[in-house]
Nanobody, 115 residues
Framework: QVQLVESGGGLVQAGGSLRLSCAAS????????MNWFRQTPGKQREWVAR???????AYPDSVKGRFSISRDNDKNTVYLQMNSLKPEDTAVYYC?????????WGQGTQVTVSS
């Protein structure tokens, strides 16, 4: 079992930055990779970043060059640095941990970008 707690969301103006955190506890040492997703009402959850246990990262084109995922293994925490934010980045952001065939989700943190 892995427990995840996101933090760092809030209200920011377009062009601003936020850094989200995702703290893992429980069997965090078994995590293969971590993802960040986001979701707005009425839409499917959208993947926005991934980091592997080896530190490899991946992003979709919609956030590439603006978002950066990183991890602090000593703190069992993954970060999502979001720069040059746009109103369309407004969503609830979730982190997800993959452990074998299981996926664990956090409760989400709201990010609102005003124009």
């Amino acid at each position: 079992q892995v427990q995840l707690v996101e933090s760092g969301g809030g209200l920011v103006q377009a062009g601003g930055s936020l850094r989200l955190s995702c703290a893992a506890s429980g069997s965090a040492f078994n995590i293969n990779y971590m993802n960040w997703f986001r979701q707005t009402p009425g839409k499917q959850r959208e993947w926005v970043a991934r980091i592997t246990s080896g530190g490899g990262t991946a992003y979709p084109d919609s956030v590439k060059g603006r978002f950066s995922i990183s991890r602090d293994n000593d703190k069992n925490t993954v970060y999502l640095q979001m720069n040059s934010l746009k109103p369309e980045d407004t969503a609830v952001y979730y982190c997800a941990a993959s452990v074998g065939y299981s996926v664990y989700w956090g409760q989400g943190t709201q990010v609102t970008v005003s124009s």
